[in-house]
């Protein structure tokens, strides 16, 4: 399997632009689960689903943020509009429920300048 | 509310044994993960553990619970440079429900 896509790698984008961030789950897994990574704030998760379902977006900093699970197979994390305060790594992960194994993404690094 | 407690730094020499320890309150918590993240990667899961099991090992990596005081470690055995990462420490209660992750704990190891 490859494992949790995520993409792009990489984005630089300036304040006020729209940023659409990507992940394909692993193939069978059940949930998916978006986090942001700062050096200050640590790993928080942002939203997760279940089934394709949006269960708890409690973490979703601001209406700023949206994200959407079409099908099971792909999922986005939209910003808009962005601020330099965004940057950050955002990381994707899918678990299967049955195995409770919760694999990551290589992650998307975001800077907003 | 749930909360995961890692030591932030830890630093052995190549070849000593690396023992990382976690506390956590969720007296739910399930699953117990460990996972290491590489600079500029993603987190890599290396084991995890049922709340109903006192021990796991797996090759290089021991895991040991006490689930009466909550506490978890991570024992590397013959550490080496390559060890070299963010460990981090995270605690579910059932299948569907997110990780609590700690803030990681950074291993430097010293040939």
């Known amino acids: 399997d490859a494992g949790v896509i995520q993409s792009p790698r990489h984005e630089v984008t300036e304040m006020g632009q729209e940023v659409t961030l990507r992940c394909k789950p692993i193939s069978g897994h059940n949930s998916l689960f978006w986090y942001r990574q700062t050096m200050m704030r640590g790993l928080e998760l942002l939203i997760y689903f279940n089934n394709n379902v949006p269960i708890d977006d409690s973490g979703m900093p601001e209406d700023r943020f949206s994200a959407k699970m079409p099908n099971a197979s792909f999922s986005t994390l939209k910003i808009q509009p962005s601020e330099p305060r965004d940057s950050a790594v955002y990381f994707c992960?899918?678990?299967?429920?049955?195995?409770?194994?919760?694999?990551f993404g290589p992650g998307t690094r975001l800077t907003v300048t | 509310g749930e909360d995961v407690e890692q030591s932030l730094f830890l630093s052995v020499r190549e070849g000593d044994s690396s023992v990382i320890n976690c506390t956590y309150t969720d007296s739910s918590s399930t699953y117990l993960y460990w996972y290491k993240q590489e600079p500029g990667a993603g987190l890599q899961l290396l084991t995890y553990?049922?709340?109903?099991?006192d021990m796991k090992q797996d090759q290089r990596l021991t895991v040991l619970l006490n689930k009466k005081d909550k506490h978890l470690s991570l024992r590397i055995a013959d550490t080496q440079t390559g060890d070299s990462a963010i460990y981090f420490c995270a605690e579910s209660r059932s299948g569907n429900t997110p990780l609590v992750f700690g803030k990681g704990t950074r291993l430097s190891v010293i040939a």
């Open positions: 553990i049922f709340s109903n099991m």
């Open positions: 992960a899918s678990r299967k429920t049955e195995t409770y194994e919760q694999y």
